[in-house]
Nanobody, 124 residues
Framework: QVQLVESGGGLVQAGGSLRLSCTAS????????MHWFRQAPGKERELVAA????????YYLDSVKGRFNISRDNAKNTMYLQMNSLKPEDTAVYYC?????????????????WGKGTLVTVSS
């Protein structure tokens, strides 16, 4: 069983930055593609970014390209999401998710494990 724990959320003004972290409990981290999803109130959960199991391939939602950066440190079983130039529309609960595969998926139903989420609030 893999447990995922997110951290780093909080309240920030528009234009500010936050770095989210997701730490996995097990040392099988390297066999999982990792993802950041988000869900805003009244909206469906959407994939924000994903990274392959060795970090050689990444995906970004169009609205975050150039502002967010996903990375992973397999030695620390940890994934990161650096979020810059934050906008009020980035406000959501951000979830870490893992899929046992080399490459990620855009579909939340394909994930094997989920974290409990961390709230990001961007004030205008």
């Amino acid at each position: 069983q893999v447990q995922l724990v997110e951290s780093g959320g909080g309240l920030v003004q528009a234009g500010g930055s936050l770095r989210l972290s997701c730490t996995a409990s097990a040392r099988i981290f390297t066999t999982y593609a990792m993802h950041w999803f988000r869900q805003a109130p009244g909206k469906e959960r959407e994939l924000v970014a994903a990274i392959s199991w060795i970090g050689d391939s990444t995906y970004y939602l169009d609205s975050v390209k150039g502002r967010f950066n996903i990375s992973r440190d397999n030695a620390k079983n940890t994934m990161y999401l650096q979020m810059n130039s934050l906008k009020p529309e980035d406000t959501a609960v951000y979830y870490c998710a893992a899929k046992r595969a080399k490459y990620g998926s855009k579909f939340s139903g394909d994930m094997d494990y989920w974290g409990k989420g961390t709230l990001v609030t961007v004030s205008s």
